[in-house]
């Protein structure tokens, strides 16, 4: 976690709190998990219902619950006691159902998490198949042990950045996925997967790009530039409530199309 000069709403309301861990991740379930403990999180803390933590340093924390290759996932707290990974989430899990008013993100959310503490020891093989890191390790300990290599290899280094590479046809990632060795997308993740809410500045920017993409000098949170034939560059501010109208998918040129983006201002 860190924060961001860039924000994505309205910078004299909100800053932004960059959540990178997990960045790399490439399983479906895993994304979806992610953003849906920190929506979980969010509705913990507005319900006032969120457990209380103290952790001894929770930076630290987080490192060693990466880099332990025994699955204990311990955490100090404050207090000299010692908690695990999966107790935090299921007290997390405990206090959402409690707290009532879970919708349908926020119910799955809790189902998963809970289903995969339990699989984490119980049912590696189906616990493997939603989480990324342990995808890989299953993949480098198949690797490891086909090659007669241990973990000194460097080559295992090699195999463990092609896991991330987004290249369908090179990335170890993808042709697990072939093989049906890790979770397919959620159901209603299809369409999302190509096509931006309607009447975003999201869906703006794919337009502009889809369509006028020649024209685009830049494409960022907060605005488009557009650069026409013998004009000056003209910078079109996307602010995080523009509703973008329905108008603009119907737009037969870029003129048009910066005219309907400048009106909805």
């Known amino acids: 976690f860190n924060t961001r000069d860039e924000p994505h709403g309205a910078i004299q309301d909100w800053i932004r709190l960059h959540v990178i861990a997990g960045d790399a991740n490439l399983i479906p379930t895993t994304t979806k998990l992610k953003i849906g403990l920190v929506k979980l999180g969010l509705h913990l803390l507005e319900s006032e219902a969120a457990p209380v933590w103290e952790f001894a340093d ?3 924390a987080i490192q ?12 100090k707290l404050k207090s000299g006691q010692v908690t695990t990974a999966q107790d935090v989430l299921l007290t997390l899990c ?4 409690q707290s009532g008013n879970l919708d349908d993100d926020l119910l799955w959310t809790v189902q998963t998490t809970e289903r995969l503490v339990h699989e984490l020891t119980a049912d590696w093989d189906s616990f493997r198949r939603s989480v990324d890191w342990a995808a890989k390790l299953h993949v480098l300990d198949q690797y490891a042990a086909d090659a007669g290599s241990d973990w000194g290899d460097p080559a295992l280094q090699a195999v463990d950045l092609e896991y991330h590479n987004i290249d369908p046809s090179e990335g170890l990632y993808f042709a697990l996925a072939s093989m049906g060795e890790v979770d397919d997308l959620p159901d209603g993740w299809e369409a999302a997967d190509q096509h931006a809410l309607e009447h975003t500045r999201a869906w703006a920017r794919g337009l502009a790009v889809e369509r006028f993409g020649e024209f ?7 605005h488009l530039t557009f650069k026409l034939p013998n004009r000056p560059s003209e910078l079109i501010p996307l602010p995080p409530d523009l509703e973008v109208p329905h108008t603009l998918e119907a737009c037969a040129d870029v003129e048009s199309f910066i005219a309907t983006l400048k009106g909805a201002l």
């Not at 060693?64 to 955490?75: G, M, N, V």
């Not at 405990?94 to 159902?97: D, G, K, N, P, V």
């Open 64 to 75: 060693s619950l990466s880099r332990d290759a025994q699955h204990k996932f311990e955490i």
């Open 94 to 97: 405990q206090a959402a159902r």
């Open 216 to 222: 685009v000098e830049t494409a960022t949170w907060s």
């Open 58 to 60: 929770p930076v630290a």
